[in-house]
């Protein structure tokens, strides 16, 4: 689970009085006897400290003791429940009251996974049943990865990839990626981009541990067909932002560039922690033909520790012209966030152009 999980104020409000009292209504309305004050008063007691995916346990756990039901019973009242539910991350809870309490039913739980992952992913919920019986799950999200339906599609990849976020890692996936290839290999060409976003987030996952893995896979595919080639440039992102040869060879960006950046400006040169920084600059072509090029930019960070750490972050891929200039521009806002704290002093800023630094620059964060 995530560090912007954890302490997301607004995001964990999703689960709060209000949507416990809609639950509740809903549910009385599909199953009469459900005795919904019993519900609202242990689902919203000692709710405060809990995180997003924390309160999504505990809408389950709560549900499932009031209930009563037997499991079966259980799922039968809240399949008639998930369509009545109005967001599709809170019918969530749903996936996790089968990965809570339908262990010892296998089959019955993975129907109601697939059913239930059209209204509320089932992502997380099927990676406990992975980790307890990992050949007889993946064998069936095989099955789902051929479904007519698009989001039991993205189930089979999103619900295998290895470093999913908010969930634990999936160990064999993450040591040996050809488990899961043949997923990735029924959706590579996918006619959903929703599905394409998860392939390409599963694949650049597998970059994470194994690179070459993924770029063998993909120097194999036929990347004319303009969703596969889609996939690929997006799986690539984090080796593409590191320079990898082949990454950039593979989307038409591995040759050198030939240009020049003028007026490089990052402004305004002093800041204060909150404020928003502009970079712009000129991209001059010296090539007498055109050029695939893959521009990003990297800020050395100020660490407590006076030390710098780089982050690269996506700025734009293009085609350029012979000899043709292009401005390039991009505003950022410098804020402390859960996964980054700013540090007074020089940051310097780098263009990167088809992986190589060409252009450096700085502003200052102030105390």
Not at 42 to 51: I, K, N, R, T, V
Not at 102 to 107: L, P, R, V
Not at 152 to 180: I, N
Request: with cysteine.
């Amino acid at each position: 689970m995530s560090s912007t999980e954890q302490s997301s104020p607004a995001l964990k409000e999703i689960f709060n009085a209000e949507r416990f009292a809609h639950i509740a209504s809903e549910l009385r309305a599909v199953y009469p006897a459900f005795d919904h004050q019993a519900f609202l008063a242990m689902a919203c007691d000692g709710l405060e400290p809990l995180s997003v995916m924390q309160r999504m346990a505990h809408t389950a756990e709560c549900l499932h003791a009031v209930l009563g039901l037997d499991y079966e019973q259980s799922l039968e009242v809240l399949r008639r429940l998930a369509p009545r539910l109005n967001s599709g991350f809170v019918s969530m809870f749903l996936a996790h009251y089968v990965a809570r309490y339908g262990s010892h039913a296998f089959e019955l739980s993975m129907d109601a996974l697939q059913h239930f992952t059209r209204f509320g992913s089932s992502e997380f919920a099927v990676r406990h049943f992975l980790q307890s019986d990992f050949e007889r799950t993946l064998a069936l999200m095989h099955d789902w990865s051929l479904d007519p339906n698009e989001h039991v599609r993205r189930l089979a990849s999103e619900g295998s990839r290895p470093r999913l976020p908010w969930s634990f890692r999936l160990e064999q996936v993450q040591a040996d990626p050809r488990l899961a290839a043949k997923i990735i290999d029924n959706l590579k060409a996918d006619s959903s981009l929703y599905v394409r976003k998860s392939v390409a987030n599963h694949l650049n996952d597998i970059t994470k541990d194994h690179p070459d893995w993924v770029l063998d896979t993909l120097e194999g595919w036929s990347l004319e067909d303009p969703r596969t080639a889609w996939i690929a440039r997006h799986a690539l992102r984090s080796l593409i932002k590191q320079g990898n040869q082949r990454a950039l060879t593979l989307i038409g960006a591995g040759g050198k560039p030939e240009v020049e950046i003028h007026q490089l400006t990052v402004e305004p040169a002093v800041i204060a922690l909150g404020q928003r920084i502009s970079l712009s600059f000129e991209l001059q072509s010296t090539a007498d033909a055109e050029q695939r090029l893959v521009v990003d930019y990297a800020i050395e960070y100020v660490k407590a520790s006076g030390a710098t750490s780089a982050k690269v972050f996506k700025l734009k891929g293009l085609t350029l012209p012979a000899r043709n200039r292009q401005t390039l521009s991009r505003a950022q806002h410098v804020r402390d966030m859960t996964t980054r704290k700013h540090y007074p002093g020089t940051h310097a800023v780098h263009i990167m152009v088809n992986g190589e630094r060409l252009a450096s620059t700085a502003f200052e964060i102030t105390s």
